[in-house]
């Protein structure tokens, strides 16, 4: 979501109505599992290599490394990140 947002902000991605009304749609519609910022995963961001320093991708990849998730991106960064479940999109 943070990602879409992000996106929409600098004009890189179109969605309509306002983002608020667009997040609660989409949350509706796809099962999502949030990912707390635990001590775990801070912990765990020592254990990923990305190919290109990113933090936001660094405790995306550590998030999904510790809660067993599959991370949903077109992120090249992050589906090149060994370790870790990603479905390119």
């Known amino acids: 979501m943070w990602e879409v947002f992000l996106l929409r902000r600098k004009g890189r991605l179109q969605i309509s109505g306002d983002f608020a009304t667009w997040a609660a749609g989409a949350l509706n519609l796809v099962p999502v599992t949030e990912a707390p910022l635990t001590f775990d995963v ?48």
């Open 42 to 89: 801070v912990v765990a961001l020592a254990t990923v290599n990305l190919p290109r320093s990113d933090p936001a991708d660094l405790f995306l990849a550590a998030s999904a490394k510790v809660f067993g998730l599959t991370l949903v991106t077109a992120d090249r960064n992050l589906i090149k990140t060994s370790g870790i479940s990603v479905l390119a999109n």
